[in-house]
């Protein structure tokens, strides 16, 4: 507002108060035997400070006070010979100090008129503090009602910014304590809106993370609980009178259980190692019909005891992938498709390969599965009711899916029940 007036509204101020000393002179002029001292005196009253000076330098004040007297007796010279001062546009600008309120002698309009014979220097200002006093405290009392008001609102709003933060720090306390039951319940547009809502996702997902734990621990106990459970009751019984035949049984059923029992932790020490932070995979090429056909070569006696017919189409290829991790899959897909497959039963093994990819179909004719059974089939420890009575953890294709994901490959199954399953594998190239 100091640089407009001083840019700006100074000379106008100027020209305008010049125009008023000009139009009381005209009054002064033009009115015969006025009474010059009661005239400026009643100008003073009615709100202007005034300065005159005649030609003797005898000099008096009307109206309000000046707070500095500070106009050279050169310029009251200048003035008292004819010319016009222009004091209020030519005051020195100060930073911060607005000209318009500073109540100096310099910083008036001069003018020259001649009264009764003599002349005369009349210097003028608006007396501002008669003038504005009020407006003055008007403006002071609205700028602080807008600083109050302002601050208000800036608590209020930065209170409702933070609000959504310190529920979200509640929530994170929550999902330490393991508590993912309470979501946040912040409906907002904007980027904290968008956090809660991740964070929902993310609490979500890590409740599903710690069901799926516990329901992993609480699978594992049983199964191994139940085997060692056997084992004590059979040891148990060894130590007692026995037949030939019965020790034999007992000692058979001691060492199923024990094979079952070394046969899941294997699993789920592969599991554990498939799932440690995507575990990187070692690809090597190898030749993947060779590996297929070893698979169904140490398998040949449990096929020939079923009486299972075994085909296979294997096309020579090579692949790039790590045979170890693969292995585990031809071997689970194999053993499924005898283990669910009915006596005299099929199997087919087929091995095509492109340049984009290999796949590997391996058809069974056995029991298939309904749809609950191969929507949840991939899942850690799921085994369909009428396979119970087979061997088995339900660890083998939950571990087939993860390996063939770390392949960056897919695998898909059609089955129909009582007809057969057909489990079809894509490995991309790479
Ligand atoms: N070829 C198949 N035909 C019919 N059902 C199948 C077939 N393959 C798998 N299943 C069903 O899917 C379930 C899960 O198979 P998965 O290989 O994971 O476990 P499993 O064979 O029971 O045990 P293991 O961990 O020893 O392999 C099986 O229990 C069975 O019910
Ligand atoms: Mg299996």
Same mark, same amino acid.
């Given at each position: 507002?100091?640089? !407009? ?17 000009? %139009? ?7 009115? &015969? ?14 709100? !202007? ?64 008129? #001649?009264?009764? #014979? ?75 809106? &968008? ?30 609980? %139940? ?27 001691? &060492? ?18 498939? @799932? ?45 992938? @790590? ?61 369909? @009711?009428?396979?119970? %009575? ?41």
């Amino acid at each position: 507002m100091n640089t !407009y007036y001083h840019q700006v509204t100074k000379a106008k101020n100027d020209a305008k108060n010049v125009a008023i000393a000009q %139009s009381i002179i005209k009054h002064i002029n033009e009115v &015969q035997d006025l009474n010059l001292d009661h005239y400026l005196k009643t100008i003073g009253d009615v709100g !202007y400070q005034i300065y005159l000076v005649d030609d003797e330098k005898i000099h008096k004040f009307y109206g309000g006070n000046y707070r500095v007297r500070d106009l050279p007796d050169s310029t009251v010279q200048k003035v008292l010979n004819g010319k016009i001062y222009h004091g209020m546009r030519d005051f020195p600008r100060e930073t911060f100090v607005t000209g318009f309120f500073a109540n100096y002698l310099s910083n008036t309009v001069g003018v020259p008129f #001649q009264y009764h #014979q003599k002349h005369y220097a009349m210097f003028l200002r608006p007396d501002i503090k008669l003038l504005f006093n009020e407006v003055h405290t008007i403006m002071g009392g609205w700028t602080l009602f807008m600083g109050i008001i302002s601050l208000a609102a800036m608590l209020f709003f930065a209170k409702l910014l933070i609000r959504p933060i310190t529920e979200l720090t509640a929530a994170t306390k929550r999902i330490a304590r393991e508590r993912f039951d309470t979501p946040l319940k912040i409906e907002r547009k904007d980027e904290i809106g &968008q956090l809660a809502t991740s964070f929902n996702t993310m609490m979500g997902q890590l409740q599903e993370n710690d069901l799926m734990r516990k329901e992993f621990i609480s699978n594992v106990s049983h199964d191994f609980q %139940s085997p060692l459970l056997n084992i004590q009751g059979y040891a148990g019984l060894l130590k007692s009178e026995l037949t030939e035949e019965e020790r034999h049984n007992y000692v058979a059923i001691i &060492q199923n259980e024990t094979h079952r029992l070394s046969t899941l932790t294997k699993q789920l020490l592969l599991l554990t190692s498939l @799932d440690q932070a995507a575990r990187r995979i070692e690809r090597k090429e190898y030749s993947l019909d060779q590996q297929l056909k070893i698979t169904i070569q140490k398998y040949r006696w449990w096929l020939e005891e079923e009486g299972i017919n075994l085909s296979m189409t294997l096309e020579p290829t090579i692949f790039n992938g @790590d045979a170890g991790l693969l292995e585990n899959v031809w071997e689970n897909l194999l053993t499924n498709a005898i283990k669910y497959n009915r006596s005299d039963g099929d199997i087919y093994v087929t091995l095509a390969s492109s340049m984009k990819e290999v796949n590997v179909i391996i058809q069974d004719t056995g029991i298939g599965m309904n749809d609950v059974t191969k929507k949840q089939l991939f899942e850690r420890f799921y085994r369909a @009711d009428e396979s119970r %009575s087979k061997e088995g953890t339900g660890l083998g294709l939950s571990i087939v899916e993860e390996i063939i994901h770390l392949h960056e490959g897919h695998i898909k199954v059609e089955s129909e029940l009582n007809k057969g399953t057909t489990f079809i594998i894509s490995l991309p190239n790479l």
